[in-house]
């Protein structure tokens, strides 16, 4: 089925293209956040909202998972642009209420864009569709979970449910709705993670025993070179280039290895520093390696191979003592294999896989070589592709080659997306039963299940085959967010029952389940008073510090519960003879995180070191003792082959992205400013070479059509072709629009991650 531009965004008739952005951030930035602020929320909810973004005592943003500085050195506003719009989105006056749900029916929401959907406002009313009607209906809380806890009940097993998260999600919430997963008896807990870090999680705990990333935000401070691979920090962690300026201007060297220049990495303008608001900024990245997509893997294998100096033909000299040996003996396992395998490097391959000639590879390898304190940063541009585990591999194999593991300034970094996705991972939520599990299980007297649940594309497959009926959503967008738009939008049709736990309407809310619930709830900015008293959460940001987040808004309507309540009330209907004290557990969280701190590991004492400003630091083995807990309780070099992707002629290599208006599923506007795109997200991003190979120019409209193995044709219609520096043979275009064109069955290798990055298409003129 082709999918083409919704009704409201009038096939994208006032898209305009000018020349893209030469620097990112600065005034425009301030301004457009508070343009984006007082259109939501009024002058006065602005400034009084936006005041308390990332302060002590105050919300944490629930824009990305970039770590605040420590209090005494936080700059006031603590926040940036596109911070400021996520949390206009959620602080916005808009409703939706049930009389706008009778005024729509769901045929007709499901012919409207994500935008449009998104821009009604916060949802007010627990509402429910029933078998066979078109319309949500109020429903009350109480029949609401009496409603999902038959259908639970009715199930012969509790693996024909599954329980999705997105990152907002707070621990508190994350952990009570595991335990509640768990109670019931199953482990299918797929999330957002699984289409994120999936990649990076399981990469980083194969070899250095644990999936989190070993940098601190003081380390990026002190970096010698920074390497930012695969990452659009501009648009999508703006307030990471404050941090890249700042390890800069003390001489830090910045590489950018990406397919496009983005404006952010090119230049920056501090819009938290006087000097920063006007001018063109400072250069950021002193080399940009424009690398094709999925020229990664090879890139590392060449840098380490240039390192070892098993390269017949290496500039010997500049790499004599690359290798810093005294690190590899005593804290790696598999050098002796590592360096075996970069025996005769096949240049030809590498140049066809990266697109980059050998000397820019030889220069950046020298960087390497000469820096004592080297971090590689990298995000989607990296785990989104079949070979996203062992590319990420050959990442921490050259930081092992030099060290970099466990001293100041160096590191690995894998930039987190969604504000607290790390934090409910360490909550337990996985489709992996947690080390701690059992123990949780006996201090509560719950039996729980062992065998691995399914993940986010597992649980896609389990739907369509009528293997799970019941889809419940903490948070997201899953219909949106997911692969293969048409096929996860019919297994979610075909479910019995479909439940989304939401702020704002959404794509998901449009395709139910025979019975579907929209389940409002509280968003981070809003005040939180349970019978306890009034409640804080926590979150965990994308470098293991945890911190407290108060809302103190009035919430959006007086219906609302907050996500702990819901799971608690859900559980209490469910599982009536559960040891589980669920109503403590919702009347003060406090109870919460004593049982956190008592199972999960690194919590000890949870609340008391919580309270403090800047709350406190996760244990890291490798980043404080250079311990590593995997299996030869060393850190393992490994060897993966090199991968050139096969394109065939004609066709072209598409990566699926960002704008700079968006919040993942959740369309801010129609503007990409820095690409030089306003009004229209319905484009795709050619070289012009290629363009003219392939017989197309600037303006074409075209249709784009993915080629996979399985031959199904799948096809996104009526996108405007934009010639763009982008490197040679590969295109882009946004998410959620191409979702379309991801196969499910196109995943990472090991990670099961949907190779969102990676999709061969062919252009067809519309
Ligand atoms: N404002 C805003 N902030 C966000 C989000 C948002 O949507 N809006 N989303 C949040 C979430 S959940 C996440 S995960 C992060 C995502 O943050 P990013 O990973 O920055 O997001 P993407 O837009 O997917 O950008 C991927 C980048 O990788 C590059 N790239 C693509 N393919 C390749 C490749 O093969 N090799 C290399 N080296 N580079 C490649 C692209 O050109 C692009 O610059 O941001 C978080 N923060
Ligand atoms: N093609 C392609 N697909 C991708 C990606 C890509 O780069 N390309 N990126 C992937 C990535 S990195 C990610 S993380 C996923 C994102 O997938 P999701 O996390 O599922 O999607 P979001 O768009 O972040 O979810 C937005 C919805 O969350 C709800 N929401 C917002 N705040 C709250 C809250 O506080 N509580 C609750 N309960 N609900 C809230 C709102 O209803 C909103 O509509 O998408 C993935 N999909
Ligand atoms: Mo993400």
Redesign the pocket.
Same mark, same amino acid.
């Given at each position: 089925m082709a999918r083409s531009a919704p009704r409201d965004d009038a096939g994208d008739r006032d898209l305009r293209v000018d020349q893209p952005a030469t620097s990112a951030a600065g005034l425009p930035g301030v301004t457009h956040a508070l343009r984006a602020g007082v259109t939501q929320m009024g002058v006065r909810r602005t400034a009084l909202t936006l005041a308390r973004v990332n302060q002590a005592g105050g919300f944490d943003c629930?824009g990305c998972a970039w770590p605040e500085p420590a209090a005494q050195r936080r700059s006031h506003a603590e926040f940036c642009e596109n911070g400021a719009k996520a949390v206009a989105?959620?602080a916005t006056l808009r409703r939706v209420t049930p009389e706008f749900l009778a005024e729509h029916p769901i045929s007709e929401l499901a012919t409207r864009s994500d935008h449009w959907?998104?821009q009604q406002g916060r =949802?007010t009313h627990p509402m429910v569709r029933r078998p066979g009607t078109d319309h949500y209906t109020p429903i009350s809380w109480d029949d609401a979970f009496r409603l999902i806890a038959d259908e639970l009940q009715g199930l012969d097993t509790p693996d024909r449910a599954a329980f999705?998260t997105?990152?907002?999600?707070s621990n508190e919430?994350a952990f009570l709705y595991q335990l509640f997963a768990r109670s019931l008896g199953t482990n299918n807990l797929p999330d957002?993670?699984n289409?994120?870090?999936e990649s990076s999680g399981v990469a980083l705990l194969s070899t250095i025993g644990i999936g989190k990333g070993s940098v601190t935000l003081d380390d990026l401070h002190r970096a010698k070179l920074i390497v930012v691979v695969g990452q659009n920090p501009g648009t999508n962690h703006p307030r990471m280039l404050s941090a890249l300026e700042r390890a800069k201007r003390d001489g830090a060297t910045i590489v950018a290895v990406n397919p496009l220049p983005e404006a952010g990495l090119m230049r920056f303008r501090n819009p938290q520093r006087p000097g920063g608001l006007v001018g063109a900024g400072t250069p950021l990245a002193d080399h940009f390696l424009q690398i094709r997509i999925g020229g990664d893997l090879a890139l590392f294998q060449a840098i380490g191979a240039l390192l070892v100096s098993a390269d017949a033909d290496a500039v010997d000299t500049d790499f004599a003592d690359a290798v810093d040996t005294d690190f590899v003996d005593t804290y790696t396992s598999g050098y002796a294999e590592y360096r075996a395998a970069r025996a005769g490097l096949d240049w030809a391959a590498v140049t066809a896989a990266t697109g980059l000639d050998r000397a820019q590879i030889v220069e950046v390898a020298r960087l390497f070589a000469a820096s004592d304190a080297t971090i590689v940063c990298w995000a989607?541009g990296l785990?989104?592709r079949q070979d996203s585990v062992d590319a990420i591999r050959e990442i921490v194999n050259v930081q092992l080659l030099r060290g970099m593991i466990g001293k100041p300034g160096a590191g690995l970094c894998p930039v987190r997306?969604?504000s607290n996705?790390q934090g409910d991972r360490t909550m337990g939520i996985w489709h992996e039963p947690p080390a701690w599990l059992p123990a949780l299980g006996r201090r509560l007297g719950v039996p729980v299940p062992t065998a691995t649940g399914l993940d986010t594309v597992g649980a896609i497959r389990a739907m369509r085959d009528g293997e799970v009926r019941v889809f419940m959503? =903490?948070?997201?967008?899953?219909a949106?967010?997911?692969?293969d738009t048409d096929v996860t939008v019919a297994a979610l049709a075909s479910c019995a029952l479909t439940v989304?736990?939401?702020?704002?309407?959404?794509?998901?809310h449009t395709v139910p389940g025979a019975t579907s619930l929209i389940l409002p709830?509280?968003?981070?900015t809003e005040r939180d008073r349970q019978s306890g008293g009034d409640q804080f959460v926590t979150v965990e940001d994308s470098m293991s510090a945890v911190h407290a987040s108060r809302g103190r808004l009035a919430p959006a309507s007086d219906q609302l519960l907050s996500?702990v309540a819901i799971v608690a009330r859900l559980a209490r209907a469910t599982l009536p003879d559960s040891p589980v004290p669920w109503e403590a557990y919702q009347a003060d969280y406090r109870a919460i995180r004593a049982i956190i701190a008592d199972v999960v590991p690194g919590f000890a004492d949870f609340e008391r070191r919580v309270a403090e400003p800047d709350g406190f630091v996760l244990p890291h083995p490798p980043r404080d003792r250079r311990t590593f807990a995997t299996a030869s309780g060393k850190a393992a070099f490994t060897v993966s082959p090199l991968t050139v992707i096969d394109v065939p002629p004609g066709r072209l290599l598409l990566?699926?992205?960002?704008s700079h208006d968006q919040?993942?599923?959740?369309i801010y506007g129609l503007d990409d400013r820095y690409r030089g795109i306003r009004g229209g997200r319905r484009v795709v991003f050619v070289h012009p070479d290629d363009l003219t190979a392939l017989g197309f120019t600037d303006g074409d409209q075209v249709d784009l059509v993915s080629e996979w193995s399985d031959r199904v044709e799948r096809r996104a219609s009526a996108f405007r072709v934009v010639s763009y520096p982008t490197a040679r043979g590969c295109a882009a275009a946004y998410?959620?629009e191409?979702?379309v064109?991801?196969p499910l069955d196109s995943t990472a290798a090991g990670s099961n991650t949907?190779t969102?990055?990676q999709i061969v298409i062919r252009l067809e003129p519309a």
């Open positions: 629930p989105e959620e959907l998104g =949802l999705y997105s990152g907002r999600t919430a957002c993670s289409m994120c870090h989607m785990t989104q997306g969604h996705v959503a =903490l948070g997201g967008n899953f949106a967010a997911s692969p989304h736990v939401s702020t704002k309407l959404n794509r998901s709830c509280l968003g981070r996500e990566q699926t992205m960002r919040y993942n599923t959740t998410f959620p191409a979702n064109l991801v949907p969102s990055k």
